[in-house]
């Protein structure tokens, strides 16, 4: 029950289930718990000043102008009165107290809590390089973020996108079609390399290339130069300075965990958690971009997930294990991605492959890899090719051992290479 007080001067609000982060994960925490009749209150306490939103657009449909805000948010303003989930906006957790089973918020509200959930996701990792804080250099992780940035765009002509992953990709898509000059730097010998084999990269490389992206690959940045505190350019390692407008950070996030280490929680690289999302504190549960897990998709090591799939399937754990019926976390990740017209959707973790089978013409533009693993299926990325998406999760949940020429056999559907 909520119940509110003072101590010490201090306001004091408690519930029985507080929420840390309203981002995916949190949002689907209360969502299913309610669905579950879980009757007890709910708060969910978020920094950001919005209700709960979709992130995923914002590097797509929002920064193209296609999209508009209110209909990423994941439920309108009355879903969450009606299911009575107090909605604490604007407020970031600083501190966690697990044996008085309080939070203390930066505006020094204390809320005590009957089960604490962690779902605070993650931050943008910022350049640490000189002039990474100049005006002109953004992230794209809230819609604040999209917000300046897009505020930014008429005067913009040429924009640095810093880092080849699936985010600052789908912002050079989006830039180049707004007719930006858009130049991609990437320290590593090709796009997508941390999550994607070789023939992916090449495909979406040469797609960008097509587009006029200029491709800048085994690049380090080594200062962000600019006049009277605003961007000019990107200083490389050997000196050489590539003229902008604006600069477009996409190298990854750090998990927002401080507050639950400092109060005793195992982890590191974001909290770790057992199968059920428990924390290493009693009563406490950590979820989605910040829960660091044991995947039985990654051989059991300790992985984080960043994907709208992880977010709401832990969601969901966590919902089972509060409302009486604990289930482990076996769920199969996938993923996807909007780059020009091109819908990629992937399922499994290709990470550790040691065998890529290209099924179908990539120059058709629809076309999928799978992902072998000593014989076996581990994963799969459909370039609009929604069928073999379909058709092909099953292969990679039972690691399927297919002969690599009928995998490439597109006369063969892969629902009939199941085991
Ligand atoms: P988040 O959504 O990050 O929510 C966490 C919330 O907690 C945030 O609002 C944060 O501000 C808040 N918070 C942090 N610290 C505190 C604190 N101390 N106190 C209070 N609040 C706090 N995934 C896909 O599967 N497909 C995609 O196509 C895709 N595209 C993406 C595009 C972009 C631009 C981005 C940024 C992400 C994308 N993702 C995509 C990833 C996906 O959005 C994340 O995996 C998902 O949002 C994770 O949900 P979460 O709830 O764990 O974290």
């Known amino acids: 029950m909520l119940q509110a007080g003072r101590s010490g001067g201090i306001r004091v609000q408690h519930y029985d289930i507080v929420i840390v982060g309203g981002g995916h994960a949190g949002a689907n925490l209360a969502i299913g718990l309610r669905q579950r009749k879980f009757a007890g209150s709910i708060a969910i306490v978020g920094e950001e000043p919005e209700l709960p939103y979709e992130r995923p657009p914002l590097s797509k449909e929002y920064l193209a102008g296609e999209k508009p805000f209110e209909r990423m948010l994941i439920r309108p303003a009355a879903f969450w009165q009606e299911r009575e989930v107090a909605m604490l906006t604007g407020h970031c957790v600083l501190a966690v107290d697990a044996e008085a089973h309080t939070v203390t918020t930066a505006a020094g509200l204390a809320i005590g809590y009957g089960e604490l959930v962690w779902a605070a996701g993650g931050h943008a990792r910022r350049l640490s390089c000189m002039g990474g804080d100049l005006a002109g250099v953004h992230s794209v992780r809230s819609r604040a973020d999209v917000d300046r940035l897009m505020a930014e765009l008429p005067t913009t002509g040429r924009v640095a996108v810093i880092g080849g992953g699936y985010i600052g990709l789908e912002a050079a898509a989006v830039l180049t079609k707004f007719g930006k000059t858009v130049t991609l730097f990437e320290t590593q010998d090709r796009v997508l390399a941390r999550v994607a084999g070789r023939a992916l990269s090449h495909f979406y490389q040469e797609e960008h290339r097509a ?18 505190g605003r961007v000019t350019g990107v200083r490389l390692a050997d000196g050489e300075i590539s003229p902008c407008d604006m600069v477009i950070v996409g190298i990854g996030i750090v998990p927002a965990v401080g507050p639950l280490l400092a109060a005793g929680a195992e982890g590191g690289n974001g909290v770790a958690v057992d199968e059920y999302c428990r924390t290493s504190l009693p009563h406490v549960h950590a979820i989605g971009d ?31 294990a509060l409302t009486g019926a604990p289930e482990p976390y076996a769920a199969v990740p996938w993923f996807w991605s ?53 058709q092909g999760r099953a292969l990679v949940i039972a690691r ?3 002969a690599a020429d009928r995998l490439a056999d597109t006369a063969i559907p892969l629902k009939d290479m199941a085991q």
């Open 338 to 390: 909007n780059q020009y017209d091109l819908k990629l959707q992937t399922v499994g973790l290709s990470a550790g492959h040691d065998a890529e089978v290209v099924r179908g013409d990539p120059a058709s533009r629809s076309f999928s890899i799978l992902y072998l693993k000593e014989g076996h299926v581990v994963a799969l990325d459909c370039v609009n090719s929604t069928r073999d998406y379909v």
């Open 290 to 320: 910040c829960a660091l897990h044991a995947n039985p998709f990654a051989d059991n090591l300790p992985i984080r997930l960043e994907s709208v799939q992880n977010a709401n399937d832990q969601a969901t754990i966590v919902a089972k």
């Open 211 to 228: 587009h006029g992206v200029e491709l800048r690959f085994d690049v380090m940045v080594d200062t962000i130069v600019g006049t009277n």
């Open 400 to 402: 399927s051992r297919v």
